[in-house]
């Protein structure tokens, strides 16, 4: 977890392999959950922060679907664009699977 967001954007994944990619915005942070259910120990990251933008790297099933509409709810209201980055994998369970596909 981010103990001082330092930068504009933030890359959020499940796993690291998912964040530190070479589609991965540069000069952003990471936040890896490790699973999906800990989405809610994010919030206090974006209660005081100056992030523009969210990149979401998550899974492509249920708890993915789950997840992102959550973080979506829970940094509604904010000035934070949300940006859901399943698309760079159609038909991969996750970012990992695609680069292992490569």
């Not at 981010?2 to 952003?28: I, W």
């Not at 979506?72 to 980055?85: E, R």
């Amino acid at each position: 977890m981010l103990s001082q967001p330092s930068r504009e954007k933030v890359c959020l994944g499940k796993e690291k392999a998912e964040n530190k990619n070479y589609r991965s915005p540069r000069g952003a942070d990471y936040i890896i959950l490790n699973s999906v259910a800990l989405y809610e120990r994010i919030k206090p990251v974006f209660g005081n922060t100056h992030y523009l933008s969210v990149y979401l790297y998550l899974d492509s099933d249920k708890a993915g679907d789950e997840a992102t509409t959550k973080i979506q709810t829970l940094l509604s209201g904010t000035n934070i664009s949300i940006k859901d980055k399943r698309t760079l994998y159609p038909g991969y369970k996750d970012f990992n699977e695609y680069l292992c596909s490569l």
